[in-house]
C-alpha cells in the first residue's frame, strides 16, 4: 500500500522538489551497473554509522541523500518527494525548503546513528529527508486527501485516505520496525524514516505558529487552503433530468 498523488495542489512551481528529483536521478544513473557503473560514488558516499562515530567519511552524512540501492528504492522515494515535496516548498518558500530538506537528511542520518552507532553497513536514500516532508506536510495538512494503491495479491485498488491517517499509519510502521528488527541487521533504515518524521513536524511547527497555530487549522479545517484537484472524470453526456 502506498501513495500515488495528494488533492493538493501547490500555488507555484516546485523547483527545488523538481531539482531534488533531478539529482537523485544523475546520481542514480550514474552509480547502477545498466548505468555508468561508478560504484565507488555508491560505496563511498554512503553512511556508515560506525566510521561516523569515529569522525571518519562524514561526508557521508549530506551524500547518502542522494544514492539508492535499485529502481524500485529510486523511484519509491521520488514519487513520495513528488506527491509531498510540492506543497511544502509552497508553504516555505524555495530555499527554505532546500534547507529544511537537509536538515531532515541529518536528523535521519543522527537517528540511524544513534540506533546502531557501531554499524559498519552501508546507509542510502533520500528517505529520511522525505520522511521530513511527510512530518511537516502532516502537521499542516492533516485532512488533505491522499489516493493510496493498495495490492493484495490479485485485488489492486485505490481508495482516498486522509492525511493523517496515511502518514500516521506509515509513522507507526516505522517506529514498530525499529523496535522489532534486529539491529545491524541491514534491509530498512527505520530510525532514519523515524527521525526524519519527527524532525520534520518539529521544524514545521513554527510556520504553523506564524499562520495561526490552531486558528489556522480552525480556518482550513485541516484541509489545504485553496481548492483541492479532482481527480473525478465526469461523462460529457449532459444530465437529463426526469419529468
Same mark, same amino acid.
Given at each position: 500500500?502506498?501513495?500515488?498523488?495528494?488533492?493538493?495542489?501547490?500555488?507555484?512551481?516546485?523547483?527545488?522538489?523538481?531539482?531534488?528529483?533531478? &539529482?537523485?536521478?544523475? @546520481?542514480?544513473?550514474?552509480?547502477?551497473?545498466?548505468?555508468?557503473?561508478?560504484?565507488?560514488?555508491?560505496?563511498?558516499?554512503?553512511?556508515? &554509522?560506525?566510521?561516523?562515530?569515529?569522525?571518519? @567519511? @562524514?561526508?557521508?552524512?549530506?551524500?547518502?541523500?542522494?544514492?539508492?540501492?535499485?529502481?524500485?528504492?529510486?523511484?519509491? /522515494?521520488?514519487? +513520495?518527494?513528488?506527491? +509531498?515535496?510540492? /506543497?511544502?516548498?509552497?508553504?516555505?518558500?524555495?530555499?527554505?525548503?532546500?534547507?529544511?530538506?537537509?536538515?531532515?537528511?541529518?536528523?535521519?542520518?543522527?537517528?540511524?546513528?544513534?540506533?546502531?552507532?557501531?554499524?559498519?553497513?552501508?546507509?542510502?536514500?533520500?528517505?529520511?529527508?522525505?520522511?521530513?516532508?511527510?512530518?511537516?506536510?502532516?502537521?499542516?495538512?492533516?485532512? &488533505? #486527501?491522499?489516493?493510496?494503491?493498495?495490492?493484495?495479491?490479485?485485488?489492486?485498488?485505490?481508495?482516498?485516505?486522509?492525511?493523517?491517517?496515511?502518514?500516521?499509519?506509515?509513522?507507526?510502521?516505522?517506529?514498530?520496525?525499529?523496535?522489532?528488527?534486529?539491529?545491524?541487521?541491514?534491509?530498512?533504515?527505520?530510525?532514519?524514516?523515524?527521525?526524519?518524521?519527527?524532525?520534520?513536524?518539529?521544524?514545521?511547527?513554527?510556520?504553523?505558529?506564524?499562520?495561526?497555530?490552531?486558528?489556522?487549522?480552525?480556518?482550513?479545517?485541516?484541509?489545504?487552503?485553496?481548492?483541492?484537484?479532482?481527480?473525478?472524470? #465526469?461523462?460529457?453526456?449532459?444530465?437529463?433530468?426526469?419529468?
Amino acid at each position: 500500500m502506498f501513495p500515488i498523488r495528494d488533492h493538493n495542489p501547490s500555488e507555484r512551481t516546485p523547483y527545488v522538489t523538481i531539482g531534488l528529483i533531478f &539529482a537523485n536521478l544523475v @546520481m542514480f544513473l550514474l552509480t547502477m551497473p545498466w548505468g555508468l557503473n561508478a560504484e565507488g560514488l555508491w560505496v563511498y558516499g554512503a553512511l556508515y &554509522a560506525g566510521a561516523v562515530t569515529q569522525g571518519d @567519511m @562524514m561526508w557521508g552524512l549530506l551524500t547518502h541523500m542522494f544514492l539508492h540501492a535499485g529502481l524500485m528504492h529510486f523511484a519509491g /522515494n521520488m514519487l +513520495f518527494l513528488w506527491i +509531498f515535496g510540492d /506543497n511544502l516548498e509552497d508553504q516555505l518558500g524555495h530555499l527554505p525548503f532546500l534547507g529544511f530538506y537537509l536538515i531532515c537528511g541529518l536528523a535521519a542520518a543522527a537517528g540511524q546513528i544513534s540506533a546502531e552507532p557501531g554499524s559498519t553497513i552501508p546507509m542510502v536514500g533520500a528517505s529520511g529527508a522525505i520522511a521530513g516532508v511527510m512530518g511537516g506536510y502532516l502537521l499542516l495538512f492533516p485532512r &488533505a #486527501r491522499v489516493d493510496v494503491l493498495a495490492i493484495i495479491v490479485i485485488i489492486v485498488k485505490v481508495f482516498t485516505l486522509p492525511a493523517w491517517v496515511m502518514l500516521g499509519v506509515w509513522f507507526a510502521l516505522q517506529l514498530m520496525g525499529g523496535y522489532t528488527t534486529p539491529g545491524d541487521s541491514g534491509g530498512v533504515a527505520y530510525w532514519a524514516h523515524s527521525g526524519g518524521f519527527v524532525a520534520g513536524a518539529l521544524l514545521t511547527l513554527p510556520v504553523l505558529l506564524r499562520k495561526g497555530g490552531s486558528r489556522f487549522w480552525s480556518r482550513t479545517d485541516g484541509h489545504p487552503p485553496h481548492d483541492p484537484i479532482d481527480y473525478g472524470h #465526469r461523462s460529457r453526456v449532459p444530465q437529463i433530468p426526469r419529468r
